[in-house]
């Protein structure tokens, strides 16, 4: 880990704390604020975002003081990191939409089979067989062991 | 009330047959879980918090608390064998607990381990028992101020600990404070950054903040490792099992003092087991006679930090259940877990809940046992876990999250929200900012605000009250004390060159076999 690479991820930090801190205060401003005595559901959030300003503009001031160079951090994340991220992300979205309308069975099975994209190694034969076993296993600890209201079928 | 009866009243909850089944599940599948490559302790707890929840409110307390010190001992085993450890806390022990694998002393090292981690676990239950009924009658007479200033100090615990940055562990716990402030405001009802949207009413659930940031985010950044992710190997010098009388000698005593430390540093917000293991490690090393054998399998290098790991790890319940102020992220998560079931950890649960108090603390003894009973036999089993590749791991893993977050509210909108702070978490992950004070921040959030507003009532809008109140000044005056111990020691490692940074390096390396 070098210097330079920790100054970036404290700055990005920073900028990250600053744009959150400033976007919660000026919603929090919506909210009756009220006094200090009598305090109103918008005070604290307030307070929470003022203060989480300020430390992100006093942790970019200390990453800026130690001398600055080319964001390192940004440079673009290996194609794996976006592959992997794309395909569980996926694999989840599917299993969210199709848990209603489907059941458990197809949507476990489905979100597996796309998850198993997210890396390379499975075939597609691997791939569905686990996807199959893994939807039997959790069916059985779900539905027959917890004894989940969820349906197993559409 | 003495100390006996009401461990013959846990004893009876804890030895039902229920209880036991629950306790036995948790510690297997902690030890499992601990056991099993990438997945942390925190990470093993929040995937499998659903599946508590649909448990009598006991029992799933037990179980919860089962899966936690069961993946403590899965993971020293994973750090001892393969020099992977799974956390802070393992990593002290695999320093010197894979030299003495290397040297094919695995089995001692590993039969030691179990044993000091059930002395270290002992002793802190009867401390537990001794002290949080004392503890709980003293917090009786807290108020607003006191609870506000209390947990003013755990959360800047939690900030001060984080490795790297102070000012990132504070953003983060700011971060989770204002987390906590999403959903209907509970005096008034003004919804507040929902955004409009009638699922966020009810706020963020905790548990899918914690899927997301931990399970999730540390998924996505094993797939990301790539082919730079671990390959692990089953292979395992493995000669003898019994240590020697000489470890037994050498041990007896180091297991004491790390008993001691561990009991000690448990109930301090903030410290928990990592640190206790740290700080044990330390003071080994300051008395032994020869420090150089140190690194180079020393067993007092094992048994000292693992006796006050567990032992940490069962005092750090004190102030979880008696106070309602948890020490670490782990606390924080039984907290959530027990708000969910109903239970509101303070002062009051011990009189209110005996049945529950005492069996939960009756269930550590026994939890204790079982793994021992587990550990011992089966330790080329869990080994052989291992050997499960990453790729049929995580499909799993993922197939449990979702379905568990489903079966929270049975809304697919939460699963949304789940790949939402798996997001966040993985870039937390890149940006090294801690999740765990976020999480603190998180579950505090509400506590913490009533309490500002009814002390602010209380005083008539005069803040100077958290000052003139005598506990609660006693903790403000730890908060400062605190934060001059790390502008102290943040002036005094710039001056020294980076001790820290050093000091990272020096575990890296020895990461890398």
């Known amino acids: ?154 | 009330m003495d100390i006996f009866t009401n461990m013959a009243i846990g004893f009876d909850v804890a030895l039902s047959p229920s209880a036991l089944l629950y306790c036995l599940l948790g510690v297997t599948l902690g030890t499992f879980i601990g056991v099993l490559p990438g997945i942390g302790p925190l990470a093993a707890i929040g995937v499998l918090l659903p599946i508590t929840f649909h448990v009598p409110p006991t029992e799933a307390i037990i179980m919860l608390a089962g899966i936690y010190y069961g993946s403590m001992y899965g993971g020293s085993t994973v750090a001892i064998l393969l020099n992977l450890p799974g956390t802070a806390a393992s990593a002290i022990v695999a320093l010197d607990g894979h030299a003495m694998a290397k040297q094919g002393r695995a089995g001692p090292a590993l039969v030691m381990t179990t044993l000091s981690s059930f002395f270290g676990g002992c002793v802190a239950i009867i401390i537990v028992s001794a002290f949080a009924p004392p503890l709980a009658g003293f917090a009786l007479q807290f108020q607003s101020p006191e609870y506000f200033s209390l947990m003013l100090m755990g959360l800047l615990a939690a900030a001060v600990l984080v490795q790297g940055s102070f000012l990132k562990g504070i953003g983060m716990v700011l971060l989770g404070l204002l987390i906590g402030t999403v959903g209907q405001e509970s005096i008034s009802g003004v919804p507040r950054y929902t955004f409009g949207s009638l699922h966020l009413y009810e706020g963020l659930s905790f548990v899918v903040v914690v899927i997301g940031l931990f399970g999730l985010a540390e998924v996505i950044n094993n797939l990301s490792l790539g082919a730079k992710r671990e390959r692990f190997t089953s292979q395992v010098p493995w000669r003898e099992l019994i240590p020697s009388r000489k470890d037994m000698r050498d041990s007896f005593m180091p297991t004491v003092r790390g008993t001691g430390i561990g009991s000690f540093l448990g109930v301090l917000p903030g410290a928990g087991p990592a640190i206790s293991s740290f700080v044990a490690y330390a003071v080994e090393k300051r008395v032994a006679a020869d420090p150089s054998r140190f690194g180079k399998g020393a067993i007092e290098g094992v048994t000292a930090p693992e006796s006050a790991n567990n032992a940490a790890a069962q005092t750090a319940f004190i102030p979880t259940l008696t106070l309602g102020i948890p020490g670490d992220a782990v606390m924080a998560l039984m907290l959530g877990a027990l708000m969910i079931h109903g239970l509101v950890p303070g002062p009051e649960i011990v009189q209110k809940n005996p049945e529950f108090f005492w069996g939960l603390i009756a269930s550590f003894w026994i939890g204790n046992v079982l793994l021992l009973i587990l550990n011992l036999p089966f330790i080329g089993l869990w080994i052989k876990l291992l050997s499960i590749p990453y790729r049929i791991l995580f499909p799993a893993i993922l197939s449990f999250i979702a379905i568990g977050i489903f079966s929270l509210h049975r809304d697919p909108f939460d699963i949304y929200l789940v790949i939402g702070a798996g997001i966040a978490g993985f870039l937390f992950i890149k940006l090294r900012c801690e999740a765990a004070p976020l999480l603190l921040g998180l579950i505090l959030s509400p506590m913490v605000e009533v309490n500002l507003r009814r002390s602010m009532l209380l005083s008539r809008g005069d803040p100077t009250i958290f000052l003139t109140r005598p506990i609660s000044l006693v903790f403000l005056l730890l908060i400062v004390a605190m934060l001059a111990a790390v502008i102290v020691a943040s002036i005094r490692s710039r001056g020294a060159g980076g001790q820290k940074s050093e000091a990272s390096q020096e575990d890296n390396a020895q990461n890398v076999p």
């Open chain 1, 1 to 154: 880990m070098d210097a330079s690479n920790d100054r970036d991820e404290n700055l990005i930090s920073a900028i990250l704390f600053v744009a959150i801190g400033t976007a919660a205060m000026i919603i929090a401003t919506d909210y009756p604020i009220g006094s200090l005595r009598r305090m109103g559901p918008g005070l604290f959030p307030l307070l929470l975002g003022g203060l989480l300003t300020a430390v992100g503009i006093g942790l970019a001031v200390q990453s800026l003081l130690r001398f600055s160079l080319p964001w390192s951090f940004l440079g673009l994340p290996a194609l794996a990191t976006l592959r992997a991220m794309f395909f569980v992300m996926l694999a989840l979205a599917a299993f969210a939409v199709l848990i209603r309308p489907a059941g458990l069975f197809p949507a476990t099975a489905i979100m597996v089979f796309i998850s198993t994209r997210a890396e390379p190694g499975h075939g597609i034969v691997s791939a569905l067989v686990l996807s199959f076993v893994l939807a039997v296993t959790t069916a059985l600890i779900f539905v027959y062991g917890i004894g989940l209201p969820i349906r197993l079928w559409p």
